[in-house]
């Protein structure tokens, strides 16, 4: 066993897998990756078996040295990647030897990136899982960010192949982004012109946004409020506070909530989300319950056709 070291922890990186599920009823919420596309992409392009621990870094400005010869990737948002002061791409797995340094900059596109090692980063798992919940202070390090100094456990690996994915399969997080909505229980509390309101209006995302969730500004929707017991949060459900404006709830949202809930968004726009900043557009669309079946044979051919287009 060997390690990474931390030299320069940037902006804020913390260490995700695919999060901690069965323990909300401890208050423990979901963590995990924020964009789970390029998650899983990173550990596809290094033939991991799924999911492995990574790292996520948010805005940029990473550094890390490896202290073991391995591969590793980073995915996600466009963060110029160098490895001892040369240029490499990203979306591509890469061989490094002992002392190699690999440095992040800061996002030109996006806002998180993936950095995956061979095997994945070996560290004990909290209730379950590495993924680190600030909020909470559980996963990764001692339930914190990563810091100066720190030690990330690894395996010496090498790859025969090194895989890389085609530009043209890279998501594009500088354009508008549409929210496929489903309607939950709550959905008969609003009318059906407060409905179209709803998937009509052209939000953009405001100052408040993190990991928790993502708070939406624009023409508020008017309605009445009502009374509601606190209850269970789901991954991407919509919240309408009393201000009208809509809040999209994402992995380190809370366990419980009590503000109405016109729907969910499906799981890969939630991810989608994750990479926007402030001012940049958002709408919903409506999509039926019963269409769900589709979306998901959709999004296992994704994942099949993404397999079958990794180039050695």
């Known amino acids: 066993m060997s390690a990474f070291v931390v030299v320069n922890p940037g902006v804020l990186a913390t260490l ?47 550094t890390v040295v490896a202290l073991a010869d391995t591969v ?93 994915l085609p530009e043209k399969f890279w998501p594009d997080f500088s354009a508008s982004l549409e929210l496929g909505l489903v309607p939950g229980y709550q959905q008969h509390w609003f009318d059906n012109s407060q409905w179209q309101q709803l998937c009509n209006t052209e939000y953009q995302v405001s ?40 809040i999209v709830l994402l992995n380190d949202r809370q366990t419980l909530g009590g503000y109405p809930k016109p729907g969910v968004i499906l799981a890969r726009d939630a991810a989608a989300l994750a990479q926007r900043r402030q001012g940049q557009r958002i709408s919903f669309y409506t999509v039926e319950p019963k269409k769900l079946l589709s979306y998901q044979h959709e999004q296992q051919n994704y994942w099949a056709q993404l397999a079958m287009e990794l180039r050695s």
């Open 207 to 246: 100052g408040l946004y993190d990991r928790m969730g993502y708070r939406l500004q624009g023409e508020p929707l008017l309605y009445q409020p009502k009374s509601l017991l606190s209850e269970g949060i789901c991954y991407g459900a919509v919240q309408l506070p009393p201000d009208g404006l809509p």
């Open 72 to 164: 590793f990737c980073v995915t996600g948002a466009h963060m110029p990647l160098r490895v001892n002061g040369q240029s490499k791409a990203l979306w591509r797995s890469h061989r490094i030897k002992k002392d190699d340094v690999i440095e992040l900059g800061f996002a030109k596109s996006g806002l998180r990136c993936y950095l995956a090692v061979a095997g994945g980063f070996q560290l004990p798992k909290h209730f379950g899982s590495n993924s680190t919940v600030l909020r909470e202070k559980v996963g990764g390090i001692a339930g914190a960010a990563l810091q100066q100094g720190q030690f990330l456990p690894v395996r010496p690996a090498y790859r025969s192949l090194l895989w890389s």
């Open 16 to 62: 995700q897998d695919q999060g901690r599920f069965g323990y909300a009823h401890l208050g423990l919420t979901q963590g995990g990756p924020a964009d789970a596309v390029s998650y899983r992409s990173a550990d596809l392009l290094l033939q991991n078996p799924h999911p492995s621990c990574q790292i996520e870094i948010s805005v940029g400005s990473l």
